[in-house]
């Protein structure tokens, strides 16, 4: 995807005000009618060289585990997507939960009864990257298992 020289000076004024890469995202679709991949989005700004203001999350110690008495357990597949399941189910599900995408997006999962899948993110139109959805079925399909489900 080619952008003209002022979409490029756009995204430079975007970062510089501390737009994180999803922002430019959501930005670009919005503005220009561009979508791209978060991937995308990440070389895009590298290409630039710029320098993103992401978030950074908090990082839990190594020893730390996850047990079925904790009230919210998290999947983590390699790469930093984590899989949280809801102890109260979705109305109209069998199963829901939270997923956090490497964008630092959390957006809310489901299954219904006819195992129809659903994803419903923060903001009208996001859309997680197709490594973070690969993650993401990883680490929901493993944590689905451990629950017996």
Known sequence: MQ????????????ISEGARLAEVQERLAAEYG???????????VDDLSLVPHEKEQPKKPEEETLTEAE????AAAPGGVSVSL???VRPGAMVSGKVTFTDGVTAEWYLD???RFGLVPPTEGYRPSKEDLAQFQVALERELSRKGL
Request: aromatic content about 10%; charged content about 35%; proline content about 3%.
């Open 113 to 115: 009864q006819m195992g």
């Open 3 to 14: 952008l003209t020289d002022e979409q490029k000076q756009t995204v430079a004024r975007w």
């Open 71 to 74: 009230p919210e357990e998290e």
């Open 34 to 44: 561009i979508r791209l991949t978060y991937m995308e989005a990440r070389f895009l």
């Open 86 to 88: 809801d102890q109260i």
